[in-house]
């Protein structure tokens, strides 16, 4: 089992930066995808970017180059640096994490990971 817990939520104008935190605890001594997603109201859960432990990262499109992701596998701690923030990256954003030993397993598809933090909510006023 993997507790996450996320932190750094909040509101900032369009074009600001947010980071965003999570702590990991629980068996974490086995390799691991750990991501972010995040919600839109009445929408589903979709994938923003994934790291594995070897360091390899993905990103949806519409945050490249404005978002990065990073671990820190010697404190089980997992972040997303958020700049350059427009109001359609308003959403609930969701820290998770699943067992894979390979780098390709780390998929943004949220039905693959078992572990969920409960998420902090980003607001990016325009």
């Known amino acids: 089992q993997v507790q996450l817990v996320e932190s750094g939520g909040g509101s900032v104008q369009s074009g600001g930066s947010l980071r965003l935190s999570c702590a990991a605890s629980?068996?974490?001594?086995?390799?691991?995808?750990m991501a972010w997603f995040r919600q839109f109201p009445g929408k589903s859960r979709e994938g923003v970017a994934t790291?594995?432990?070897?360091?390899?990262?993905t990103y949806t499109g519409s945050v490249k180059g404005r978002f990065t992701i990073s671990r820190d596998n010697a404190k089980n701690t997992l972040s997303l640096q958020m700049n350059v923030l427009k109001p359609e990256d308003t959403a609930m954003y969701f820290c998770?994490?699943?067992?894979?030993?390979?780098?390709?397993?780390?998929?943004?598809?949220?039905?693959?990971?078992?572990?969920w933090g409960q998420g902090t909510q980003v607001t990016v006023s325009s």
């Open positions: 629980g068996d974490t001594t086995t390799t691991y995808c």
């Open positions: 998770a994490a699943r067992r894979a030993y390979s780098a390709w397993e780390c998929m943004p598809s949220p039905s693959t990971y078992p572990y």
């Open positions: 790291i594995h432990t070897d360091g390899t990262t």
